[in-house]
């Protein structure tokens, strides 16, 4: 019952949504990326991170709840002439393969309990890229529930055993009207 109330929720919400960009962890880090290999967008939504990694020509994977999401995210690929491997699925820890993607992508998703999942998804050398809201926020974007939000520097703690490549979390330091704020940006690597 829990996993087709989500399914649910998450449907409505995409209904009428069409708009959505790649990360900016991606973004702004994607010289990073391998030339190739096997890439996962986890807990994707409308997949602008999928889309991004199959442009940058890595064998893209995005895994969603809605199916709503999901049939966008087809749509664009075939506008755009891309292959990803699109997939439902209610994430959890064990519909994590181990040792298989290069790379991994998750924004705004926070599920404590798929860290070591991730981590053991990842191939030896593979990166994880991650991106999503903190506690400590200049508005009201995002969730309100703290579950589901950041404390400090916890990607650090969530994800010690990976090599931190890139972290950033401006919080409240400095000029407000400046920087990313309502987020934390992390990029690891499997060693």
């Known amino acids: 019952m829990k996993k087709l109330a989500i399914e649910s929720k998450w449907d409505r919400i995409y209904k ?14 994607e010289f990073l990326l391998p030339e190739q290999g096997l890439a996962l ?17 890595l064998e893209s994977n995005a895994w969603d709840i809605s199916s709503v999401a999901l049939e966008k995210l087809k749509l664009k ?20 393969p181990e040792n298989v993607f290069d790379v991994i992508v998750l924004s705004h998703f926070l ?3 798929l860290c070591n999942a991730i981590m053991d998804s990842l191939k030896p050398d593979g990166l994880l890229f991650y991106q999503t809201y903190v506690r400590e926020k ?10 589901f939000l950041l404390g400090r520097n916890e ?7 990976l090599t ?9 330091v400095g000029q407000l009207d400046c920087g990313e704020r309502n987020e934390a940006l992390y990029i690891g690597q499997k060693c």
Do not use: H, T, W
């Open 16 to 29: 009428d949504s069409d708009f959505s960009v790649p990360a900016n962890v991606l973004l702004d880090n």
């Open 41 to 57: 967008d986890l807990a994707c939504g409308l997949g602008e991170n999928a889309l991004f990694l199959a442009e940058k020509g």
């Open 77 to 96: 690929a075939k506008k755009k002439n891309l292959n990803i491997s699109v997939k439902q699925r209610y994430i959890e820890p064990n519909c994590l």
């Open 111 to 113: 599920d404590r309990s």
């Open 138 to 147: 200049l508005d009201s974007v995002g969730p309100k529930n703290p579950d």
């Open 155 to 161: 990607l650090l703690m969530l994800f010690s055993p």
């Open 164 to 172: 931190v490549v890139v972290y950033r979390e401006n919080s409240l």
